[in-house]
């Protein structure tokens, strides 16, 4: 049985001054502050995570990853984990598509690495993730430079 599931998520960025590093989708990018959250706030990890979500019915974003962040563990890539631990067995991600919307950083130096990480968190082929970046042209609040927005469509093919 072929599902599709969307998954979305936005961050602000930290005030001026913060140390926290900005990480998209695994990968640490300089010259950006980071985004607010109690974890590392990698909002491409956690679109991702409710694609994943949406597929297996069972959210982690939320209560779950609040509880692992008391537990000290901030790296999202362990939501992501935690979501596809409940992919039913036999299941098979078949295609990711990832849209971007911000006016910083800008994306387009970072997006292969950003799809070879996330090809290898999923065990997927690189070619199987799309991602596309928009800057927002000052429309929105991520177009203003204010945050990052993720939008994240999952299809995959369940077992019955
Ligand atoms: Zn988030």
């Given at each position: 049985m072929i599902k599709v599931a969307i998954g979305q998520d936005s961050h602000r960025f930290e005030p001026d001054g913060s140390d926290k590093k900005l990480v998209l989708g695994g990968v640490p990018i300089e010259g950006c502050p980071g985004l607010e959250?109690?974890?590392?706030?990698?909002v491409v990890l956690h679109a991702l995570t409710n694609a994943v979500s949406g597929i297996t019915?069972?959210?982690?974003?939320g209560e779950e990853a609040d509880r692992m962040c008391r537990r000290?563990?901030?790296?999202s890539s362990a939501y992501l984990k935690a979501a596809l631990g409940?992919?039913?067995?036999?299941?098979?991600?078949?295609h990711v598509s990832i849209s971007i919307e911000a006016?910083?950083?800008?994306?387009s130096p970072h997006l292969e690495r950003i799809r070879t990480n996330l090809a290898e968190l999923l065990g997927?082929?690189?070619?199987?993730i799309g991602i596309t970046a928009t800057?927002?042209?000052?429309?929105t609040e991520f177009g203003k430079g204010i945050g990052i927005f993720c939008t994240v469509i999952l299809t995959a093919d369940i077992p019955e």
């Open positions: 959250g109690n974890s590392d706030a990698d019915c069972v959210n982690i974003l000290g563990i901030t790296d409940h992919m039913k067995e036999g299941s098979r991600i078949i006016l910083r950083p800008r994306l997927i082929v690189p070619c199987c800057t927002g042209e000052g429309l």
